[in-house]
């Protein structure tokens, strides 16, 4: 399989498995557990787990399979993740900023942009690490898992955290 094919498939999954994330805590009953990892409400916050968590469960399988030798793989896509997770952030209130108002098919595109620019930004640092940014990376993945987890459990009261009006 050549690369191009790889980085597609790879998008594919990411945003396949994000969409069902959207679904899958009202299709499971609303199960907490299910809720952890999936879109409990339409806030930005939530929304940012259908980045977060396809793109760890692809890291680990990646990690474990074509990745386990390169020693810049984590460290390029724990940056790749931070890249997709602000750029969807940044993008989607300066576009309702601009706006006034949220389109669904916009908000649809700003998280097929994001996934894409988390990917861009992983090739582009792919090649700059070394074995303190692995440490920090893997760091700031466990401190992101915990923050979704808390924050789905105790949202504070920040506008982020609000859902959004449908």
């Excluded at 940012?48 to 030798?69: A, E, G």
């Excluded at 750029?87 to 595109?109: D, E, K, P, R, S």
Aim: net charge positive; with cysteine; proline share 4%.
């Amino acid at each position: 399989m050549n690369n191009r094919t790889r980085i597609i498939l790879r998008y594919l999954f990411v945003v396949h498995l994000g969409v069902f994330l959207h679904f899958a805590y009202e299709l499971s009953g609303e199960n907490p557990i299910v809720g952890l990892f999936a879109l409990v409400n339409e806030s930005i916050w939530e929304h940012l787990k259908l980045l977060f968590f396809p793109m760890l469960v692809l890291t680990l399988w990646d990690l474990f399979t074509t990745q386990k030798n390169n020693l810049c793989f984590l460290p390029a896509r724990t940056i790749g993740i931070l890249a997709g997770l602000v750029f969807i952030v940044v993008v989607y209130y300066t576009i309702t900023g601009i706006l006034g108002f949220q389109l669904a098919w916009l908000n649809i595109l700003i998280y097929l942009l994001g996934v894409a620019f988390a990917f861009w930004v992983e090739k582009k640092v792919s090649h700059k690490c070394n074995t303190i940014s692995v440490k920090v990376a893997i760091a700031i993945l466990i401190f992101l898992i915990i923050l979704f987890i808390v924050f789905t459990i105790a949202p504070p009261a920040l506008g982020i955290f609000i859902p959004m009006a449908e």
